[in-house]
């Protein structure tokens, strides 16, 4: 008897948009936050501080993580029942501190009062990802989805007098989960992604004439430095 009764009750729960996902084409926008950080690889070199006159290698690591936001828009093609194939262009705001420490225990020291142990380094690329998403199947008004892809972006915020300069290109991969919420008037698709870049953001101290002498130990103590991106994304539909 109960199980007749909760089996009516479900019964008599109205879909919202019923046939939204039904559509060939549909369009949205995203809004979000993000915590971004470096994986960074140490160049283990013995350099010389022009300040200091000290030999010593340098560390370096993200030391805080501070968050960003990003703003975008969605293009979303089906491809069958389960299957879309969405385009979401965008912009991302993100800023990483990476702290240096010496080998010897020494104080970290550039420019005489610029610089000291903590470079800050602002990030705005533009982001071109092409996902593929696979949902399960619609009850009552959710449903949960995965998603994957990948794509390039152009960092727009290149400070060349910073220390630290990042490269203008990246390219990436990108996986992650969420679910739509179906409303009276539209879809409400809350997600959880990681971004994995691959290409190399440093810019190397070589031609730089802007960068004091004295400062390029901030770059050389550094090999490699990759992106990597947490962020929650809310998408209207």
């Keep these: 008897m109960l199980s007749l009764q909760f089996s009516l009750c479900s019964a008599q729960v109205a879909q919202n948009r019923p046939y939204v996902d039904d559509k060939l084409f549909h369009f949205g926008f995203q809004l979000g936050i993000n915590f971004g950080t470096f994986q960074i690889t140490d160049s283990e ?24 936001f990003h703003v975008g828009f969605v293009t979303d093609l089906r491809l069958c029942k389960f299957l879309n194939l969405r385009f979401c262009p965008g912009l991302l705001f993100t800023s990483r ?9 020494r104080p970290v020291t550039g420019s005489p009062g610029k610089y000291g142990a903590d470079i800050d380094v602002l990030a705005i ?20 989805y995965v998603i994957a892809g990948g794509g390039v972006s152009c960092n727009v ?16 991969c990108e996986v992650g989960f969420g679910v739509d919420l179906y409303f009276t008037w539209f879809k409400f698709c809350p997600e959880i992604t990681y971004r994995i870049g ?32 947490v962020c929650l994304t809310f998408n209207f539909e």
């Excluded at 070199?45 to 960003?68: C, E, F, K, Q």
Aim: charged content about 20%.
């Design 198 to 229: 691959f290409a190399n953001q440093l810019t190397p101290t070589a031609g730089r004439m802007e960068l004091a002498p004295q400062d390029f130990f901030y770059t050389d103590a550094i090999s490699r430095m990759t992106s990597h991106c």
């Design 125 to 144: 690329p533009i982001y071109l990802p092409l996902y593929l998403k696979w949902s399960a199947e619609r009850e009552g008004n959710y449903r949960p």
């Design 157 to 172: 915020s290149r400070d060349h007098e910073k220390p630290v300069l990042l490269n203008t290109m990246d390219y990436f």
């Design 97 to 105: 501190t990476i702290h240096y420490k010496s080998e010897s225990g």
């Design 45 to 68: 070199l013995p350099i010389t501080n022009p300040v200091t006159g000290d030999v010593d290698t340098y560390h370096a690591r993200v030391s805080t993580l501070l968050p960003g």
